[in-house]
């Protein structure tokens, strides 16, 4: 594949950002050669400087899941931008936003719009010490929750794709305050809880981690508590444990937090939207105290949402003193692109889900069998239209068993895919996402490159 005009653009890029980038997983330094230069996009495509058309399965890294450049998205942008790109002042449509997301999170009552998740996540952290008296924060290894100094603490994605443990800059102070332990690990944070007693704030986790690579939370029967654990008639029990979804590990945070007092915060900057309508809390039935959106819910355009209890959220100015504030929060073009996105989502969410699900299976599993038919050791974890292929045997249920994957392997699958006009995330550590747009040539395509990216792999 010809790059040359990429080539000589990132040669410009690197004049003036550090390594030619805005954000480091661009650089594309964990899987070697050149990132190409996006020219324009159009539904499952990317087009680069060029003109090499590739199928996008990292979707801007999330948000993309009705495909690049769809009509109604583009149409509520124009429309948005025809009437002012900012007012700083309240609209209308903010508030049609909200309405749409609590109809889809019923954990959130009230809510914050900023411009990242990263502002998300530290505004709830902030948030949630206020609210407790208590400071110290518990974060699991390989999670990744944006990059304000505390959370940048054995962060997944782009700290762990450069194998560095966190961040120079962070100070000890603060990163003292972080504690990480092992996702998947109940018996850890029990011990956490032991350890500091009345200090832990909250717990803040990715509901399935995206940012290690896709792993999803444990699944096993849902224990009641003690005091109700006597006489519950059998058929009452299985209502019950239905209701409250199949994951023992996010039900046991849920019980241990409250025994503590500490809060729970479920990042859904990934998973929103992504998983289910309403994301990982939908999927497992998790009611946790603060929740935090990003990516999907712009639809494109930069926003990030905490919300939950309104008597959490009433903490904030102006009501409260917990400062927090944006001069772009709310921006009228994001809310556009967001309305459009979960309207759409809402209006068709039966088949919009059914089909992501379905193609996203087609396509991660079709892959699998060529690595088998290729005697390739890969693990395949999905949850929806989120996956990653570890080049490991696995099993992978925590980041200390996604870190063994055979990265240098993966590299090489993703130059091969590459050339052969697929773009996964250029990291072992991030998931690959699939979007509405996405048809079954593509898949059979993206299979059929599998088996020639594999072949070329063979020692
Ligand atoms: C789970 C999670 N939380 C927070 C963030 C940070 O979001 P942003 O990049 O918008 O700051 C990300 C970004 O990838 C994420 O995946």
């Not at 914050?112 to 518990?138: D, H, P, Y």
């Not at 025994?259 to 998983?275: Q, S, W, Y």
Request: with cysteine; aromatic share 8%.
């Amino acid at each position: 594949m010809n790059r040359t005009r990429s080539r000589a653009l990132q040669q410009r890029a690197e004049r003036y950002f550090p390594g030619g980038v805005n954000s480091p997983v661009r650089a594309f330094r964990a899987v070697g050669g050149a990132p190409p230069f996006i020219d324009h996009a159009e539904g499952a495509y990317l087009f680069d400087a060029d003109g090499n058309r590739y199928i996008d399965y990292f979707g801007s890294w999330g948000p993309m899941i009705l495909g690049h450049a769809f009509p109604p998205v583009v149409e509520a942008i124009a429309r948005a931008a025809r009437n002012s790109a900012s007012f700083g002042a309240s609209t209308a449509a903010e508030a049609d936003l909200a309405e749409r997301i609590v109809t889809c999170y019923p954990a959130i009552e009230k809510m914050r719009f900023v411009s990242s998740g990263t502002e998300a996540t530290m505004s709830a952290i902030r948030l949630a010490r206020a609210a407790t008296g208590r400071k110290i924060i518990v974060k699991f290894e390989g999670c990744y929750h944006g990059h304000s100094d505390g959370l940048l603490v054995k962060a997944g994605s782009g700290v762990a794709t450069f194998g560095i443990p966190g961040s120079a800059g962070v100070p000890e102070e603060i990163a003292h305050l972080t504690l990480a332990l092992p996702y998947n690990d109940l018996a850890a944070l029990e011990a956490a809880f032991d350890a500091h007693p009345g200090a832990i704030a909250a717990i803040i986790l990715e509901p399935i981690v995206g940012n290690a690579g896709c792993i999803p939370p444990h699944t096993g029967p849902v224990a009641m508590s003690p005091e109700s654990d006597l006489q519950i008639h059998p058929e009452t029990r299985k209502a019950w444990e239905d209701m409250h979804g199949p994951s023992d590990f996010l039900e046991g945070l849920r019980t241990l937090t409250r025994k503590h007092g500490a809060l729970l915060i479920v990042d859904e900057v990934m998973t929103g939207f992504r998983v289910a309508l309403g994301g990982a809390c939908q999927l497992y039935a998790l009611d946790p105290d603060l929740v935090t959106l990003g990516k999907i819910v712009g639809g494109g355009l930069p926003v990030g949402v905490f919300g939950g209890k309104r008597q959490l959220m009433d903490l904030l100015a102006p009501l409260g003193p917990v400062y927090q504030a944006g001069t772009l929060s709310g921006n009228p073009l994001a809310m556009a692109a967001g309305l459009a996105t979960i309207g759409y989502l809402q209006q068709h969410a039966a088949e919009v889900y059914a089909q992501l699900e379905a193609k996203s299976r087609t396509v991660a599993e079709g892959v699998a069998q060529e690595a088998a038919r290729a005697g390739i050791a890969l693990t395949t974890n999905r949850v929806g239209a989120m996956w990653t292929w570890f080049f490991t045997g696995g099993p992978v249920t925590n980041y200390e068993q996604a870190a063994k994957s055979d990265t240098a392997a993966f590299g090489r699958f993703h130059r091969a895919m590459l050339e052969q006009g697929i773009w996964l995330p250029p990291s072992q550590f991030e998931a690959a996402f699939l979007s509405t747009a996405h048809s079954d040539a593509d898949i059979a395509t993206t299979i059929a490159a599998a088996r020639v990216a594999f072949a070329s792999a063979q020692p």
